[in-house]
Structure formats: C-alpha cells, structure tokens
C-alpha cells in the first residue's frame, strides 16, 4: 500500500518572489498572506514579493517567510485534491515546525508566530558571536566527525551521502576546511549564512525558545511527524526536542531513509526551492517525489496526483 509523506523547506531556500505567482492567481493563497500580515503586524507579503533580499535573506523574515509559502502551497494542494492525506510528515530545520503546524500539532497562526520569535532569537545570536558553516562534499559522516573533532566544530546538517555541513566559530571551520581537504574531501566550502545554525553557538536562541514555547499551544499530531534531531517520529516532549534542535545536528538522510524502510514512496515537497527533492535523488532516486511551491510545480503537481 502506498504512504505519502509531506515535506518542508528550510531556511536558505527564501528568493524573491517566492509565493508571489500563487498569491496573484489562487484568491485563499492571497487570504493568507492577508491573514500572516495581520497575525505578525508587519507587510512579510511584500518583502516576500519584493524584497530587497538583503531584507528577505535575514533569519527574522526568511524564517516565516518560508514557512508561509509551504503552508500556502500545503493548503492549495488540499483545495484541488480533494482526499489528499500525509501518512506523516517532515521538514528540513525550520520546516519542522511547519511539518508539525500540517500534522495538527501547532495552528498556523501559532506556528508562524514561533518562527518569527526564532528567527529574531537566531539573527540576535548569530550577531552575538562570530560563527560560520561549510560544506564538506565527498566525505563520509566518520570522517567528518573526526574533522569536526580536530577542529572543534560541530555536524550541522546530515542532508545526503556526500554532502555535510559542518557549523562553529568562523576561524575554526576555516580550519576544519583544510583539514577535510588535506584529508581526501572532494571539496570543502565556507558557507554565506549569518552564523552557525545548529550548533552551540546558538544557545542564548535554544533557551529564548524555550521560553516561547511555554506559552504555545502544542497539541499531539494526527500523524508521526519525524524529529530533525532524531530521525524517529516526535513523541511526547515536542517542545523540548524544538529547543533541542536549534543547536543539534539535522538528521535529514536518517529522517528519509526511516520513512522509505517503513515503506513511504510517494513524497510531496512544500515552500520554494527544491531542495529536498535533490536531496532524495542523492539519498534513493527511486521514489516518487513531487514539488509545490509555483502555480507552474503546484499545477503539474496536481495533474500528477489525479491521474
């Protein structure tokens, strides 16, 4: 039997424009741009739309800014395929939350608002301190780790075989790259991020969340939505493990494969970009994968699922 599985972008797929063709076209996307104005207080829409991206591209904005374009593409699918359904559900960092807003753990309201609180929280603590992150291309995960380790660094992101992520203080993941260059990767790329995401220099934006999250309403989800920190289906302590995850590894290549050894195959990506569908590629490019995040991938998603 066929199980689906709905994904969502992260944080660095944000580009001008991003949702502008559905909110022009599609009347209940414009109602909830509409609706995410009026929840946050400030025009996100138009810096959405327009930009500048030096506005965007800050973690404040980008943060909810992606999580409303895949909460806009998540609820024109359902319009227009009727009986649509995740079997669980699942999201690349940020997205998480909004895999937790689909499952029913968080409303959309809730969710977009936490984000906005995370993203000013992780801006403030990339500001703080003098982080940065790298790709590390061509290196198994042991491997990493023992650079890491030299260095003094940490495992940002598992995304895919052959590509991690690796996130601390800039001076050291400059070294941590020639390490793993002097040490057989194929490549080793300083990232142009803010900070490092998903390590412990953002702890003073883990324990403000945590603090935010104490007022939240989180409900259980109505179906397993996998843990970034984890790789296995959330359970009781959902908060805890939000906290958790600003400064833990993404576990996204364990998230996929547990889903696919449980049997899911057709997956729907959620928000702008496609980068989770190039990361299945690279992980099993034998599932099904489809992209929502324009009227040109949502209309050719659409014909895809009803035929």
């Not at 965007?56 to 806009?72: D, F, M």
């Not at 998903?198 to 939240?216: G, P, V």
Request: with cysteine; charged share 20%.
């Amino acid at each position: 039997m066929s199980k689906t599985a709905f994904f969502f972008a992260g944080q660095g797929a944000q580009f001008v424009g991003m949702g502008k063709d559905l909110c022009e076209k599609y009347p209940s996307a414009k109602a909830l741009f509409n609706q995410a104005n009026e929840v946050l207080g400030y025009d996100l829409a138009t810096i959405c739309f327009e930009g500048p991206e030096e506005e965007l591209t800050k973690t404040e904005h980008a943060q909810p800014g992606i999580y409303l374009v895949s909460w806009v593409a998540l609820q024109l699918l359902k319009e227009s395929v009727p009986g649509l359904k995740a079997d669980a559900t699942a999201g690349l960092s940020l997205g998480e939350f909004t895999a937790l807003a689909a499952a029913g753990a968080l409303s959309f309201e809730d969710g977009l608002k936490v984000v906005r609180q995370r993203g000013l929280f992780m801006q403030e603590a990339c500001d703080e301190t003098k982080g940065g992150m790298a790709a590390i291309i061509g290196m198994e995960q042991d491997a990493v780790q023992k650079v890491c380790d030299e260095a003094g660094v940490q495992l940002a992101n598992l995304n895919c075989p052959g590509q991690i992520v690796i996130s601390g203080e800039a001076s050291r993941i400059e070294a941590a790259c020639e390490v793993a260059k002097a040490q057989g990767a194929k490549r080793a790329l300083p990232l142009t991020v803010a900070g490092a995401y998903h390590s412990a220099l953002m702890s003073s934006a883990s324990s403000r969340l945590a603090e935010t999250l104490k007022s939240t309403t989180i409900q259980a989800p109505s179906v397993p939505v996998i843990s970034n920190v984890t790789a296995e289906a959330h359970g009781d302590n959902i908060a805890d493990v939000l906290v958790e995850q600003v400064t833990s590894s993404v576990l996204w290549e364990a998230s996929i494969r547990k889903l696919i050894t449980e049997g899911f195959d057709t997956f729907i990506e959620f928000g702008p970009g496609n980068a989770l569908a190039g990361f299945m590629k690279r992980i099993d490019r034998d599932q099904t994968v489809h992209n929502v995040g324009s009227v040109e991938t949502f209309e050719k998603t659409v014909l895809a699922l009803q035929s």
